[in-house]
């Protein structure tokens, strides 16, 4: 007898994050004019797809224990609709990746656009720290810890969002030592702000202590969580848009660079293969150092994360070539088959985790939110884009990945790869990123010392 029970097939995280990729894969082929999303389709799917499941997930734990599934719509509404680790580890494989196939170059971008990629990456962070907080103040409603949040997601930044978090506990820890200090009128601002009540002349208590620490590292996750999609699909959307709407050649471009790097490059004298030992020595090296933290002044525990690790681990031992008997200069065919399939899978988690929330803000008081990350994301990129292009006339395949860079968007380096359909966009991320991570952090900082 053969038993199948579809409600755990439906909630099975493998099975959903297969799914989303095939189906987004699907959609992704589908042509809009002269224009196919490609491998971006399968996070336009997840956002519809995570928003299902969470919500097939709440009728089942309706019903109780006794439905056969309500163990599995348990852990998804708990853990969330795709783990979080499937996309670290294609994360690692992405970057490791993209970074072996671009070291032979590098050498020639940071000497012929170093000092651009340190600009871009400081000016586009600085520019997502403005327009995240100003709708807030223009509106009279500004939100520290929120437009912290916003920041953080619309430049997709988790080491931002760890920033985030624990400034916004240092600044509510400083406003609650103030409130003795601060006018009747202040005080009962700061109590509605946190959902409070204002009794004239009481002190606060620990409870509304504690429920003030707890409303602001809930406003900068909320802020995070709504923004965090809105930043992939804006990066997503730019690198597509971008050479259209400013008549970008893309193959003229693609000749360009080929020429200037074949004049700089000496090229690989051989035929290279895939080294299987090598890839995953870089993995390591690249998560070991990811972990590592420094404290630079006020920029405390700053580290450069899995991905810029594992991103500058590669590009630098792909340069050198080999260590001993292990290869680093690999097949690019090979890498560019994990490149593809990371991507998928990357964006397929990313829909799949935040669907739910971003399709309810929608529909609800998140709007707000939504709306102030689509502002911060969108402007960033563009005035990244009109510096880069116009000012410091880098090639827009360089470019592309620089924005992505600037952005701290690795998922939108995928999307740039695949638009292009070429991995150098990874030399510009590669240049751009560590800098755009540590002006991240000072911006964060930063942001929490504006008057409110």
């Avoid at 109780?64 to 599995?72: C, D, E, L, R, V």
Wanted: hydrophobic share 45%; glycine share 12%; aromatic share 12%.
């Amino acid at each position: 007898m053969i038993v199948f029970d579809y409600r755990l097939w439906m909630l099975n995280p493998f099975v959903i994050l297969l799914v989303t990729a095939l189906l987004g894969l699907l959609v992704g082929n589908i042509k809009f004019g002269k224009m196919r999303i490609g491998s971006s389709g399968t996070l336009f799917v997840g956002l519809g797809v995570g928003w299902l499941i969470y919500r097939y997930s709440l009728w089942i734990t309706a019903q109780g224990p006794q439905n056969p599934a309500y163990k599995s719509a348990q852990e998804i509404l708990e853990m969330g609709v795709s783990s979080l680790d499937i996309f670290n580890i294609f994360l690692v494989i992405l970057v490791a990746s993209i970074g072996l196939q671009n070291g032979e170059s590098i050498q020639y971008i940071l000497k012929h656009y170093g000092v651009r990629f340190l600009f871009l990456g400081f000016f586009i962070t600085f520019c997502g720290a403005v327009f995240s907080v100003l709708p807030g103040f223009l509106l009279g409603q500004a939100n520290l810890n929120q437009g912290a949040g916003i920041y953080s997601g619309a430049l997709t930044s988790s080491p931002g969002l760890a920033s985030a978090i624990e400034k916004s506990i240092e600044y509510s820890q400083e406003r609650i030592a103030r409130y003795p200090q601060m006018s009747p009128e202040e005080q009962q601002h700061f109590l509605e702000q946190n959902d409070l009540t204002y009794t004239p002349g009481a002190p606060l208590t620990q409870e509304q202590q504690d429920q003030i620490i707890s409303r602001a590292e809930s406003d900068v996750g909320t802020g995070y969580a709504i923004s965090y999609p809105i930043g992939v699909i804006a990066v997503i959307l730019g690198v597509n848009l971008l050479p259209k709407l400013f008549g970008i050649d893309l193959e003229a471009e693609k000749r360009l660079l080929d020429l200037e790097i074949h004049q700089a490059v000496d090229p690989m004298d051989a035929p290279y293969k895939f080294d299987l030992t090598g890839f995953f020595l870089v993995c390591a090296i690249g998560y070991t150092v990811g972990m590592i933290n420094f404290n630079l002044g006020p920029v405390r525990n700053l580290n450069l994360g899995s991905t810029g690790a594992t991103l500058l681990a590669s590009l630098y031992l792909s340069h050198r070539g080999k260590l001993g008997p292990i290869n680093f200069r690999m097949d690019p065919k090979t890498l560019g088959s994990f490149t593809q399939v990371s991507v998928v899978m990357m964006l397929s988690v990313v829909g799949l985790r935040y669907g739910y929330q971003f399709v309810e803000s929608i529909a609800n008081q998140g709007i707000g939110i939504l709306l102030s990350a689509a502002v911060a994301a969108f402007l960033a990129i563009l005035v990244g884009f009109l510096v880069g292009r116009y000012w410091f006339k880098i090639n827009w395949v360089i470019l592309s990945g620089a924005i992505c860079g600037g952005m701290t968007s690795t998922p939108g380096l995928g999307a740039s790869i695949d638009a292009i359909g070429r991995d150098e966009p990874g030399m510009g991320y590669g240049a751009t990123y560590p800098f755009a991570l540590i002006g991240m952090i000072v911006f964060t900082i930063l942001l929490f010392k504006l008057p409110v």
